[in-house]
């Protein structure tokens, strides 16, 4: 089994508990407008690495995680490669390395063959980082091109199973930043058992030398990023943790 690795990082201090060693593979089906990272769309880039490979080059740095520390798989989108992710925590898991899945869990499917992969991950998987793009599925399709009716039909699931869940929040002024639809997240949020974290995310344009680069149109040039009172209003509204 050999998966498509965009990229690796030796210390993530804000992807998960204590200091990580970040995996990204490549692909995600998603066009979320704001996205940072392109260039991690396309599912034929990328390097072809076992897991074991992943998990050498990770144990390197094993000294630095501390108590608290150790991989997370993100992307683009790590669910687009799910037997290779199942894998991966699993072996993880037998060296006693500890595993957070950072994702938009847009290929989440009860369907079968990606159930039983989805399955295998969560039983090797300590954390979940998840993004809630919007909570109204329109304005969700026409800001990544996904509804999200099965996103938040994963986030039940994994309420039910209570596997641990960080909740994110993009604030895109203009789009994301609403009382209402804020209002609606947290409903939503407050309905789930499993949320140890809420976070808000302020929209920022760091990325956006990279659609250039890659001769995409970027719709949100002219969205300015959202101001402390209104990332304050939403970390309010969210009940985000300090």
Not at 54 to 76: F, M, N, P, Q
Not at 93 to 104: E, K, N, Q, S, V
Not at 183 to 197: D, I, M, P, Q, Y
Request: glycine letters at 10%; aromatic letters at 8%.
């Amino acid at each position: 089994m050999k998966g498509r690795v965009h990229s690796l990082e030796s210390f993530g201090s804000a992807d998960g508990p204590g200091v990580r060693f970040l995996v990204f593979l490549q692909g995600c089906a998603m066009r979320c407008r704001f996205c940072h990272n392109p260039d991690t769309w396309s599912r034929e880039g990328g390097t072809l690495m076992e897991p074991a490979e992943v998990l050498d080059r990770a144990e390197r740095y094993r000294s630095y995680w501390g108590t608290e520390g150790g991989i997370t798989v993100s992307g683009g989108e790590a669910l687009l490669q799910p037997e290779f992710v199942a894998e991966l925590f699993e072996q993880a898991h037998a060296r006693g390395i500890d595993t957070c899945l950072d994702t938009a869990l847009q290929p989440f499917t009860r369907e079968q063959p990606f159930f039983g992969s989805w399955e295998r991950i969560m039983a090797a998987c300590d954390l979940v980082i998840a993004d809630i793009k919007h909570i109204d599925p329109e304005a969700h399709r026409a800001l990544t091109g996904h509804g999200n009716e099965n996103i938040l039909d994963a986030l039940r699931w994994l309420s039910d199973a209570g596997v641990p869940v960080w909740i994110r929040q993009v604030l895109v002024p203009g789009i994301t930043d609403d009382d209402e639809s804020l209002r609606r997240t947290a409903g939503f949020v407050k309905s789930l058992s499993n949320v140890r974290r809420v976070e808000v995310l302020p929209y920022h344009t760091l990325g956006v030398y990279k659609w250039d680069e890659l001769g995409i149109p970027y719709t949100l040039r002219d969205v300015q990023p959202p101001s402390a009172d209104r990332v304050e209003n939403a970390e309010r509204i969210l009940g985000a943790s300090a």
